[in-house]
């Protein structure tokens, strides 16, 4: 027992001095970065956290078109709101390289800021790979040639594309992030603006869908409403790598929250009451809705050929900020000690965490063969643990650091604190509870393994 506690005090110790040391690295090397400007912070957050409207066509058919709408209203105040001003405090509070797990860490200890860490890197393989198939996918559209290992081919070619520019720097990404942003907005205006001028249906009917299984529709819906508006404290990994964080990071996140629920929102409803067709809403609908909406132009749907190109676009988008956010996190894990020590190397030119990029970037390359289907549904496990030990981290923080200097404040005081810790952890619960039988065993394997993992580093280390 006394051998077992000195080992478990020396571990502790070294890993103390390890983040030290590495502090100081960090800090002389991080003068090499190029950081990212509170514009650019706000398209890769945007990328990140929505992309564009494309992926939540599913949600119509399994919860309903009237369901579908009020989701996509409502569970952003019981989500992605309490989790972004929890996310806007911690890191003015703690803005460091590694974000949230570092905050766990600090405010439950070893093995809790562990799983928080592994858990979100794990799960980054499951939805790496596949925006790099669904880009494919839609390339087959244009390109009817492209399968078997072509198929594999092209997918793979994109994710070194997408490395190489990450390897250049969060100033990069955030440029490619800007100008893909940009070409997704225009026809995703242009459509809302046409449908809502060519309103047929009424987009609440029907509330929820005929004969309907009950978990399909508050269970797999609500999944995916989580899975839309997740994200929000992702790019607190990345705190070291924006200019002035503690103004940045607040200011970014009051623009993107509002922006991504009106690029839920306006679409699905402008779609839905122009081209109706509640029942035929699947992947890719939205292209098929703008060529419903635009009609033709010289014998051709204008409007929907646009709007595939800018859904292929949007998996760029979310594969390029995926990369960013995701790949911070072995860095930081390793500069604790908990991963080998060659993940916190940086490129002697961009200053940027190289090896830890190439090494997530070759995994999602492993994995390129597999699309998003059922991969959400175990995914949002690993988000939502997250999450959970994400919004807990400012309860405990606010009890056991209270002389912590905090630029912002979560606003309402005591009540304003139970509200985005509760809201979250509720929110979790009930879209777990409501998972098929896929999500709980897939779900349930995907977040042992991070107790497995972690004692075996500890034993290791011992």
């Keep these: 027992m006394l051998i077992r506690n000195l080992c478990s005090a020396r571990f502790s110790i070294d890993n103390q001095k390890s983040a030290i040391n590495n502090s100081l690295t960090t800090q002389t090397k991080s003068s090499a970065l190029r950081k990212a400007s509170l514009f650019y912070l706000v398209f890769v957050m945007f990328s990140y956290t929505t992309g564009g409207p494309f992926g939540l066509e599913d949600m119509v058919t399994t919860s309903g078109?009237?369901?579908?709408?009020?989701?996509?209203?409502?569970?952003?105040?019981?989500?992605?709101?309490?989790?972004?001003l929890v996310s806007a405090e911690l890191t003015t509070a703690m803005p460091v390289e590694g974000g949230f797990y570092r905050w766990t860490r600090a405010a439950f200890g070893n093995f809790w800021g562990f799983l928080a860490g592994w858990w979100n890197w794990s799960a980054s393989f499951l939805l790496g790979g596949a925006y790099a198939v669904l880009f494919t996918d839609y390339l087959v559209y244009y390109f009817p040639g492209i399968t078997g290992w072509k198929h594999y081919l092209v997918s793979v070619a994109l994710i070194a594309v997408i490395t190489w520019i990450n390897v250049r720097g969060i100033e990069m990404v955030g440029k490619v992030a800007t100008a893909l942003e940009i070409f997704i907005f225009v026809p995703v205006i242009t459509m809302v603006v046409m449908g809502l001028m060519r309103w047929h249906h009424n987009p609440f009917v029907p509330l929820i869908p005929p004969h309907q299984p009950t978990f399909k529709i508050f269970g797999v819906g609500l999944a995916l409403g989580l899975w839309l508006y997740s994200g929000y404290e992702q790019l607190s990994t990345?705190?070291?790598?924006?200019?002035?964080?503690?103004?940045?990071?607040?200011?970014?996140?009051?623009?993107?929250?509002?922006l991504s629920m009106a690029a839920y929102f306006l679409p699905t409803l402008a779609g839905l009451a122009s081209a109706g067709n509640w029942e035929q809403w699947h992947t890719g609908y939205f292209s098929d809705a703008a060529r419903i909406v635009g009609g033709s132009l010289f014998g051709r749907p204008w409007l929907g050929t646009w709007m595939t190109l800018a859904a292929m676009v949007g998996n760029v988008a979310l594969l390029n900020s995926t990369v960013l956010t995701t790949t911070r996190m072995p860095f930081a894990m390793a500069e604790d000690g908990y991963l080998p020590a060659a993940l916190t190397r940086r490129h002697s030119r961009y200053g940027t965490p190289w090896l830890a990029i190439l090494v997530s970037a070759i995994i999602y390359a492993l994995l390129a063969w597999q699309s998003l289907g059922q991969l959400i549904s175990v995914y949002i496990w690993l988000r939502s643990a997250t999450t959970v030990l994400t919004v807990l981290s400012a309860w405990k923080l606010r009890r056991s650091r209270p002389e912590m200097p905090r630029a912002f404040l979560i606003p309402g005081g005591r009540m304003g604190l139970v509200y985005v810790v509760a809201a979250p952890v509720v929110m979790a619960l009930v879209a777990l509870l409501g998972s098929d039988h896929f999500a709980l065993i897939g779900g349930a394997i995907a977040m042992v393994l991070g107790p497995v993992v972690y004692f075996g580093v500890r034993r290791r280390r011992s």
């Design 65 to 84: 078109p009237g369901m579908t709408l009020i989701y996509l209203l409502v569970l952003p105040f019981f989500w992605c709101i309490p989790v972004s």
């Design 238 to 258: 990345v705190a070291e790598e924006v200019d002035n964080p503690q103004r940045a990071y607040p200011r970014a996140l009051a623009m993107v929250v509002p």
